[in-house]
Nanobody, 122 residues
Framework: QDQLVESGGGSVQAGGSLRLSCAAS????????LGWYRQSAGKERESVAV???????RYVDSVKGRFTISKENAKNTLYLQMDSLKAEDTAMYYC????????????????WGQGTQVTVSS
């Protein structure tokens, strides 16, 4: 069964850090590229960071130098380390998986988690 489960969200002050986790089934983890996305109130969902199957990463400009996407094979888990958080990072964060690189960055992944809320207070 393809399943993605996010965790690690919470409330933090601006300048703080959080690490999000996305636990995936072995099949999904090994077979697909994985990404993080976010959606805040009144805005469209945007791609934050993706980790393609070959190991290449891609970030949206607004998080470059602050966020790091990585994975831990032994745990079938994708991470998003978020440092120097800003109020504008407040959003529901989702992870997704897809075997198409273009679909993954475009946020059209086949498999999605339920999301974890991140709130940054200024």
């Amino acid at each position: 069964q393809d399943q993605l489960v996010e965790s690690g969200g919470g409330s933090v002050q601006a300048g703080g850090s959080l690490r999000l986790s996305c636990a995936a089934s072995r099949y999904t983890y090994m077979g697909y590229g994985l990404g993080w996305y976010r959606q805040s109130a009144g805005k469209e969902r945007e791609s934050v960071a993706v980790l393609y199957k070959g190991g290449v990463t891609r970030y949206v400009d607004s998080v470059k130098g602050r966020f790091t996407i990585s994975k831990e094979n032994a745990k079938n888990t994708l991470y998003l380390q978020m440092d120097s958080l800003k109020a504008e990072d407040t959003a529901m964060y989702y992870c997704a998986a897809d075997d198409s690189p273009s679909a993954l960055w475009a946020g059209r992944g086949n498999y999605w988690g339920q999301g974890t809320q991140v709130t940054v207070s200024s």
